[in-house]
Every structure is written in C-alpha cells, then in structure tokens.
C-alpha cells in the first residue's frame, strides 16, 4: 500500500502537471486540470430493505474506499418502482485527498487487470466538464472484498471529477496518470 501511496500524487505533481501545462500552453500551474474527488456510488434498490445485506455492503465499500459510506434515501415516491420517499435505495462515498489518491491507485493498478476480458476503458465516458465515469458490473474485483465472498453481484459506479479541464484534458491527464484507455 506505501508504494501506492507515494505514486499518484507525486507522479502528477512531478511529471504530470508539467507536461500538461507544455502540451496545452497553460501558463499558471493552478489552472492545470486536476483530480479534485472520486465519488463512488452503488445503487442498490430492495437490497437496503433486509439488515443484513444492507450491513454487508456497507462493510464492502468501507474497506474499498477507506470510509463509512453515506445512505442515500429516495427523494420521491415511484409506485412503479415500489419506492416510497424516504426508503434507502443506495450508498455513496465521496474521497478527497490521499484517500482519494490511494483509491486510484488501486483501481488503476490492482482492480482494472483483474476484470474479465479487459480490454481498456472507454474514451466516451467523458462529459463535457472534463469527469469520468467508470461502471463496473461488480464490486468483487477490490482485492479487499474478494470474489467468492459475495452472494449477489452488484455493481458500482465510480465518477473522477477533475477540475479545471475539459474532455481533452482530462484524457491526456489521466493517461499520464497511468489510466489503461481502449486503443484506437
């Protein structure tokens, strides 16, 4: 985990930033793009009903993320959904900081060549702020979870929110940074 710990964030205040700023003729390095958060969110519908189930997932993502997550509560009522407002219907973490660097590392090291048939990450998934978005089909690929220990698959969705950028940018940031992308 030390090894980790020192990559990301000295890999992008060292080498990263500065290319950035070369390649698109930025002149101040607080205007460079930047990673300001990771926020990871898991829906889970009827899964938060049962207590148990709904204590297991809360347990997973704290040892994915390093932190309590936050129950998300529906806002409204949706007969068609069988959801009444106030029912949970999903968990969310929002990291910040060495957490925040700690948790990339590990996706983009440990987590992303351990999915099946990886072939790198999609370049569309990029909005127009420059954020990322990541879906995995289930969370068991964290080494900390372990992929026999869960009895259902979930999935989770993971958004990079960067600062300062747009999609460009934010591509060329990330690639620097060591993000596996699709090859065109």
Do not use: H, W
């Amino acid at each position: 985990m030390k090894q980790n710990r020192l990559n990301l964030k000295e890999v992008y205040e060292s080498e990263v930033r500065s290319k950035l700023m070369d390649e698109f003729g930025i002149k101040n390095k607080m205007a460079t793009p930047y990673v300001s958060k990771i926020v990871v969110n898991m829906g889970t519908g009827e899964l938060l009903k049962n207590k148990e189930i709904m204590e297991r997932l809360v347990k997973d993502i704290s040892l994915m993320c390093g932190q309590k997550p936050f129950v998300r509560r529906a806002r409204i009522s949706v007969a068609g959904f069988g959801i009444r407002e106030g029912n949970p219907v999903g968990l969310s973490v929002t990291l910040r900081r060495q957490k925040m660097y700690d948790f990339l590392a590990r996706l983009i090291t440990i987590v992303l060549p351990r999915l099946r048939d990886f072939k790198g990450l999609s370049k569309s998934s990029f909005d127009g702020d420059g954020n990322y978005t990541i879906g995995l089909e289930e969370y068991s690929v964290f080494p900390e979870i372990g992929i026999g220990k869960t009895d259902k698959m979930q999935g989770i969705e993971i958004t990079l929110v960067v600062k300062n950028s747009d999609k460009k940018k934010s591509e060329r940031m990330l690639s620097l940074m060591g993000m596996p992308f699709e090859k065109e």
